[in-house]
């Protein structure tokens, strides 16, 4: 009832409604709400802290009446959060829409997964540009990956029309650095409808993050789901450093889960990785660890929360989880090669 009556019927309509605030301006409206509301924060604890030393101040008072007034504006907040965006935690699952069947899977099913994904893996690597330090290079990246973004979706459609919808542009947050502290490559704004991502990030992921928030534009609201149609829509991108992205998007996901399982099946397979391939995973690790620290920690923790807030019952670790989709559309020979 979720996906007909909301996720494809109302959710629709919001989103026409919001996509102005995503062409209007290739700024983030989103962050720049954001501070609006931070510096609204800010005055109102300084105009609290000011008439609490008042004479003749009722302490009891003020104290009861703040505490009102924050949990009403959290809860319109929540409110609006349901309305705009939030009903989709509850729709149908992709796995049921692309009709997909995922199933228990065997080390060796996973290790032929990876097999495959390398190899696409390595083949697309060659075809990409280098910079001078030999690491994938995407020309004006910050403007052109927002400008191609919607193409593998509106290609991605035509199998999967719930993945249509009106195009977006993705914006490129300004406090990009505190993302990459926090851990985050890219954050979707319901309020807004926009898709926001770090301008940080090695250009080998902005494809996927970028495809990853505009599944949650289009209603996907699961972590594990976004990131197996960031895939899906980057492979079925003509050009090829979405592709590459998508694919390497896929292989983390599936060689982390390998290393779980089998560590020797692990290390043997990455024998295979291509130098080039090689390089962009050693920058991504790089990049991440240059960031990594108490901010880091406590907004996963906060994360971790959210998703279980929302009825994900693995938390942070539901990213994992686009293995059993992976699986599933390999063994029934679906796509698992360039289109």
């Not at 909301?6 to 290739?26: E, H, Q, R």
């Not at 609204?40 to 703040?66: D, E």
């Not at 149908?92 to 996973?110: K, R, W, Y």
Request: with cysteine; net charge negative.
């Amino acid at each position: 009832m979720t996906e007909h009556i909301y996720s494809t019927g109302m959710y629709k309509i919001i989103g026409n409604l919001l996509s102005p605030f995503s062409k209007i301006t290739k700024i983030s409206v989103g962050e720049f709400l954001l501070y609006i509301l931070l510096l609204f924060i800010l005055f109102q604890c300084l105009r609290f802290v000011y008439h609490l030393f008042q004479p003749r101040s009722n302490v009891k008072k003020m104290f009861f009446t703040l505490f009102i007034n924050i949990i009403v504006c959290l809860s319109i907040l929540y409110f609006v959060f349901i309305i705009t965006w939030g009903i989709n935690y509850h729709r149908l699952p992709f796995s049921t829409i692309a009709n997909l069947n995922p199933q228990p899977s065997s080390v060796e099913d996973l290790e032929s997964l990876c097999e495959n994904l390398i190899e696409q893996a390595n083949s697309l690597r060659e075809k990409n540009l280098e910079d001078e330090q030999g690491l994938t290079d995407i020309p004006n990246k910050l403007k052109s990956v927002p400008e191609r973004s919607n193409l593998g979706f509106s290609i991605s459609s035509r199998v999967y029309p719930e993945l249509g919808g009106r195009d977006v542009y993705p914006k490129g947050v300004f406090l990009s650095n505190l993302m990459s502290y926090a851990g985050i490559a890219g954050i979707f704004f319901p309020f807004t409808g926009e898709a926001n991502f770090n301008t940080l990030l090695p250009d080998v992921q902005l494809p996927s993050t970028v495809t990853h928030e505009i599944a949650h534009q289009r209603g996907f609201a699961r972590e594990d789901e976004a990131n197996y149609i960031a895939y899906l829509v980057c492979s079925h991108h003509p050009d090829v450093d979405f592709q590459y992205s998508g694919i390497l998007l896929a292989l983390s996901h599936s060689m982390n889960k390998l290393y779980e399982y089998d560590q020797d099946k692990y290390l043997h397979l990455t024998k295979n990785y291509s130098k080039g391939l090689i390089r962009d995973l050693d920058s991504i690790k790089e990049f991440w660890s240059s960031y990594e620290g108490p901010l880091e920690r406590f907004s996963s923790k906060m994360n971790n929360l959210y998703l279980k807030s929302n009825l994900q019952e693995e938390g942070v670790h539901s990213y994992g989880r686009m293995v059993d989709l992976l699986l599933a559309e390999f063994k029934e020979g679906r796509k698992t090669s360039m289109k």
